[in-house]
Structure formats: C-alpha cells, structure tokens
C-alpha cells in the first residue's frame, strides 16, 4: 500500500463506483495530489500540489452526476481509517438564510480531532446580483478553513483578483468567511474517462470553481504538515 497513490476507496450507499465523464472528483484529485513525475507530459508543471501525498477517497456521487452530501460520522471517521489528517470537500449545500448555525458537528469533529484540518469550498454563488453572504452552508461552519477562488494567468487575468462566482461572507451570524483565497478560476487538472469505463486517459481539462480552490490549498497544507513532520527538514 505504500506504493499506491489511492490507498483507500470508500463509498456512499447512494453513490457508484464511477465517474463522468470530465468529472468533478477526478479533478478535484488531481489538483491537490497528481504526480506527473512520470514526465507524461514531459515536464513537472502538470504534478498536483502535493504530488507525493496519498488519497484516502471517500466517492458521494453518482453516474448522473448527482452528489449526496454525507454525514459527519459518513465521512471523516472512514477517511481516518485511512490516517488522512487533511480532508478537502469541494460540495456544500447553499445556506438556507434561515438564521441557524450548522457547522456544531464539523466543529465538535475538529475540537476532539485537533491533528485534522478541514477544507471547504466556499460555494460559487457570488454573482454581485446575489449580494452578500452567499457561503455555503458547511463552509460557514467555525472550525473549518473555507476556501475561495482567486483567478489564474491560465485565465488571462491574476491571481491578486478574486474570481467573479467565488461565494462571499459574512456569514448569517456576522463571521468573516472565506478564511483564505486559493487559485480556483481555468485549473487544469485531469481528465476522467468516460462513465463507467476502467480505461483511463492521460490527459487533462480545464475547470473552473471554488471546487477547484479547496483541493489546492489542502495541497499547500500537506506540504506544511510535512515539514513540521519529516525528520529531513530539521
């Protein structure tokens, strides 16, 4: 297993086993750990952030590209079976506005988990015909680094510019949200094959999304841990 990049595969009882075409959790992989020091492509511009890290998968989709938002007990105590202490989530619910808080159970996972970090994509609601306060539900929750989208040069633009749909604060009790700005606008990453196929396809495609963001800075945050952890840097 110490050789595998995915050591460990779980599923939602209303998930499946595979992915869409161009899908969405592919990607998500790719940025934060696809290593490309195979040359593939010829040179190391296309490695995931952290490319030497290992995935722990937990699949919350389906075919149809549905996906089923799990549950805390659903989620992170699988993927801790798997020793991840990094987990990104590039899905959310759009807050209700309806006036309560419910991030309690994330926030009780991380305060009895303090070894764990958690990522959240901030949404991609933020059309200024939206106003303010337009994070996603899980990603209003305290305890957790919510992740927006900054843009890319790949988009023509810069990454001091926050992208157009990146959701914004303040949360629905007054909280500043997102914590951080990660690149999120024309990531390219790579390519699934098509649904239900066990081939796969070397190549890439480029998305757009705070989906996109979460996954590279949980990137960034493998590459912290490792430092503070790995004999070799002291």
Avoid at 14 to 36: F, K, L, Q, R
Avoid at 221 to 228: G, K, N, V
Wanted: charge should be negative; charged fraction near 10%.
């Amino acid at each position: 297993m110490s050789r595998r990049k995915v050591v460990q595969y779980s599923r939602l009882s209303s998930a499946d086993t595979s992915d869409v075409t161009e899908g969405h959790g592919t990607h998500v992989c790719g940025t934060v750990a696809g290593d490309n020091t195979q040359n593939i492509y010829g040179d190391g511009q296309y490695n995931g952030v952290g490319y030497g890290a290992r995935l722990a998968f937990l699949d919350i989709g389906d075919s149809n590209n549905v996906l089923y938002g799990p549950s805390i007990t659903d989620e992170y105590p699988v993927l801790a079976r798997g020793n991840a202490y990094i987990f990104t989530n590039s899905w959310g619910a759009t807050f209700s506005g309806n006036g309560y808080y419910t991030g309690y159970n994330i926030d009780q996972y991380l305060y009895n988990n303090m070894e764990v970090v958690i990522f959240f994509a901030a949404g991609n609601s933020g059309l200024p015909s939206n106003g303010a306060g337009t994070i996603t539900m899980e990603a209003s929750a305290k305890n957790i680094v919510a992740v927006g989208a900054s843009e890319t040069t790949l988009s023509s633009s810069s990454i001091d510019n926050v992208a157009w749909f990146s959701s914004v604060g303040l949360t629905y009790d007054g909280r500043f949200k997102p914590d951080i700005i990660s690149p999120g606008f024309s990531i390219q990453s790579v390519l699934s094959a098509n649904s239900g196929s066990n081939s796969y396809t070397c190549n890439t495609i480029v998305k757009a999304g705070t989906s996109m963001a979460s996954p590279g800075a949980a990137g960034i945050a493998a590459l912290i841990r490792q430092y503070f952890t790995d004999y070799r840097f002291w």
